[in-house]
């Protein structure tokens, strides 16, 4: 049976579209990136002078057994002493019987270069483990006799320029020395080093309207470059509506957060509006956000 499960999970790989292919090729794939930067680029986390925890989860192909399931949690502490920040990032993501985590320390400071403008950098280094369990498809069939067990060392670097109203960053939170995992399709994809270009500008509307759009570009050897692009539309700085879309790999999804002094919540529900998607069987993904600043009444950034 779980054989069958890995069966049917594969064929939705090839069959889906290039597209769902091609959304497992960012190391970092989520919609909510423009309200949780530091993952993907960890000199964002400067931006906040406010202890924080911030969570990811994400579900792709609801509905289909051994489907992509992916939690992120990062912590951030900052030093204001220095206009430095540092935090851990922990990883973790399964498919069917692939199970990736990592695990990654980072520090930021931001350098001031004007009256509000900043210069930000990072380095952030951990680890990597991977687990393919092959000896539970089949015990009996010697092809699938040996399990993949291996833990590499990871390094990564960010930088990040930014004012009160717009940034620009590029960063590689995930530098892959040496090759890590030999199962399926992840092994071609998500185990090379990634590289990724964002920004995002803030702009006024009306007293109690803002609009943020941001757009976030990866890139991996061999890999066509992935981008996804998203505004949102903040009433009163609390309520934010919006979408994303994700140009190379037609893929929208719709947002909705809830921005308090102290907590944030988001939702997203990404599907795929390709014409070509298993003759129009849609693989929707739902994602949910949950963030907690510690320490009522610190300010933040325009742009958070």
């Given amino acids: ?6 069966v049917l999970l594969l064929a939705l790989f090839v069959l889906g579209t290039k597209e769902q292919v091609k959304a497992q090729t960012q190391a970092f794939s989520f919609t909510q990136y423009m309200d949780n930067l530091t993952p993907i ?3 964002y986390s400067v931006l906040d002078q406010a202890y924080s925890i911030n ?3 994400r579900k792709q192909w609801v509905g289909i057994d051994g489907a992509p399931t992916t939690f ?9 002493s220095i206009n430095g920040a540092a935090g851990l990032i922990v990883y973790n993501d399964q498919f069917a019987i692939e199970h990736q985590t990592e695990v990654n320390a980072y520090f930021s400071k931001a350098i001031q270069l004007g009256q509000s ?5 990072s380095l952030n280094a951990g680890i990597r ?3 393919a369990n092959y000896s539970t498809l089949d015990p009996n069939d010697p092809v699938f006799s040996n399990d993949v067990r291996e833990t590499k060392p990871n390094i990564g670097f960010g930088i990040m320029y930014f004012t009160d109203w717009y940034y620009l960053g590029i960063s590689a939170p995930e530098l892959t020395i040496t090759s890590l995992g030999t199962a399926s399709i992840q092994n071609n994809n998500n185990f090379r080093s990634h590289y990724y270009f964002t920004g995002a500008l803030l702009t006024e509307l009306a007293e109690d309207f803002k609009l943020k759009p941001s757009v976030l570009i990866s890139y991996a050897k061999d890999v066509p470059l992935v981008t996804d692009i998203s505004t949102i539309l903040y009433i009163k700085e609390t309520l934010g ?4 879309y994700r140009a190379n790999n037609k893929l929208a999804a719709g947002i909705i957060t809830l921005n308090l002094d102290q907590i944030h919540v988001g939702y997203s529900y990404q599907f ?3 014409s070509n998607n298993l003759g129009g069987f849609n693989l929707a993904t739902h994602e949910v956000t949950l963030s907690y600043r510690f320490g009522k009444g610190i300010t933040k950034r325009k742009l958070l």
Avoid: K
């Fill in 272 to 274: 795929n509006t390709s």
């Fill in 1 to 6: 049976m779980r054989f069958r499960i890995v």
């Fill in 117 to 121: 403008d900043y210069l930000a950098v």
């Fill in 41 to 43: 680029n960890p000199a």
């Fill in 129 to 131: 483990n991977y687990i």
């Fill in 55 to 57: 969570t990811m989860a």
């Fill in 241 to 244: 509506l919006g979408g994303s």
């Fill in 72 to 80: 992120l949690l990062n912590g951030n502490i900052p030093i204001v």
